[in-house]
């Protein structure tokens, strides 16, 4: 019986620590920081200027990151059948950012996301199905949307970078890998969830093999089983229901896209803001091969050489500016999630664990 209760107080959550925050930060700071050091140039103060054009449109950009956070807190509210209320939601979207943010992107929050759900007040095996059914909804949004991008930003726009074929070719190989990788997990989902839920109990258990995760294996086994019930319910779920799951995703990526394109436009004059908007989707599924946690460093990286031919300064400015609206850029959309997880985080911790 102790041993029993011991495995339903430990869980993976219990292995995050919030100072692990200062790896991606130390990285994405450190790509930046050598970028600037080797491109330096003083007159790329010269060309931002701050204006009350600009406060508006930096103001927009953080309202799309509250549309990007309100998506996803409107979706886990309708996929919890209104068990959490709009607080509730907000407080486990902010632990999934903030474990996501300190995780490879190969990896993410996704698995730790159980635990946020579950220790939330959803039984295991629904807490299973919801977080599975939002990163459905997650990779189905890039599923569709990146062929969708590809047909009206057009092959060239997306990859001919400078004119460099080796460039091109990267790029392409990264997004073809990427793709794979999303729409195989949206194939496994889509007939995991709706046609053969005890294929996707298989699958659980086989990824609770990891040596990391193996303690909670029959806690795993359970959740499998809960997740064919929970299965069942969310297959008789009415089309009203699936329209507003799929619009609040929509509502949440789209505005974390659309972040970059208010940024550029605070301080220059964009002409290709679907070509901009289409290139972060693809930055986004390059990210995934990334081995840094968050994608440090790389998207850094990829944001100045991927995003640099859009802004409208000359050629010597090109690489210190887009440097400068890379670190802005990570500065709006990445660091917050850093510094509120680790303030919320272990309060978490504490009151689910350590009572």
């Known amino acids: 019986m102790h041993k029993q209760t011991a495995h339903i107080k430990e869980n993976p959550a219990q292995r995050i620590k919030a100072k692990l925050a200062l790896i991606p930060v130390l990285l994405g700071l450190g790509v930046t920081g050598v ?9 790329a103060f010269d060309v ?3 204006t009350w054009k600009s406060a508006l449109w930096l103001m ?3 309202l799309f990151m509250v549309g990007r956070d309100l998506g996803y807190t409107l979706r886990l509210m309708i996929l919890s059948d209104g068990k959490f209320r709009f607080w509730k939601a907000l407080r486990v979207i902010m632990l999934w950012e903030f474990t996501s943010a300190i995780t490879p992107s190969a990896i993410g929050g996704t698995s730790v996301a159980i635990v946020y759900v579950n220790k939330e007040g959803l039984n295991l095996g629904h807490s299973s199905a919801l ?6 909804l997650d990779e189905l949004y890039f599923v569709v949307m990146f062929p ?5 930003a057009g092959y060239h726009g997306l990859f001919d970078i400078g004119n460099t074929n080796s460039m091109a070719k990267e790029l392409l190989t990264f997004s073809i890998i990427g793709y794979s990788l999303k729409l195989a997990w949206v194939i496994t989902l889509v007939y995991g969830l709706f046609f053969n839920p005890r294929g996707l109990k298989w699958l659980l258990l086989l990824i609770f093999k990891l040596p990391f ?10 959740a499998g089983s809960d997740i064919i019930n929970s299965s069942k319910e969310y297959r008789n779920k009415p089309i009203s229901f699936w329209v507003k799951v799929v619009l609040a995703s929509f509502l949440s990526w789209s505005s974390r896209f659309l972040v970059v394109n208010a940024l550029l436009m605070a301080f220059f004059s964009i002409e290709h803001n679907l070509l901009i908007f289409a290139r ?6 390059m990210m995934l091969v990334s081995p840094t946690p968050g994608g440090s460093g790389f998207a850094e990286f990829v944001f100045t050489r991927y995003l640099s031919e859009f802004i409208p300064v000359d050629a010597a400015l090109i690489v210190p500016v887009s440097v400068a609206m890379a670190l802005l850029w990570r500065l709006v959309t990445y660091y917050p999630y850093l510094f509120l997880g680790s303030i919320i985080f272990p309060r978490w911790v504490r009151r689910h664990f350590i009572k």
């Open 60 to 62: 927009l950009a953080w």
């Open 48 to 50: 931002i200027n701050f």
């Open 280 to 285: 972060q989707l693809v930055m986004w599924i």
């Open 131 to 136: 977080v599975m059914i939002t990163s459905f």
């Open 148 to 152: 969708l991008l590809v047909l009206l």
């Open 213 to 222: 995760l193996r303690r909670w294996k029959h806690g795993a086994n359970r």
């Open 35 to 43: 970028l600037l050091y080797n491109e330096f140039n003083p007159r």
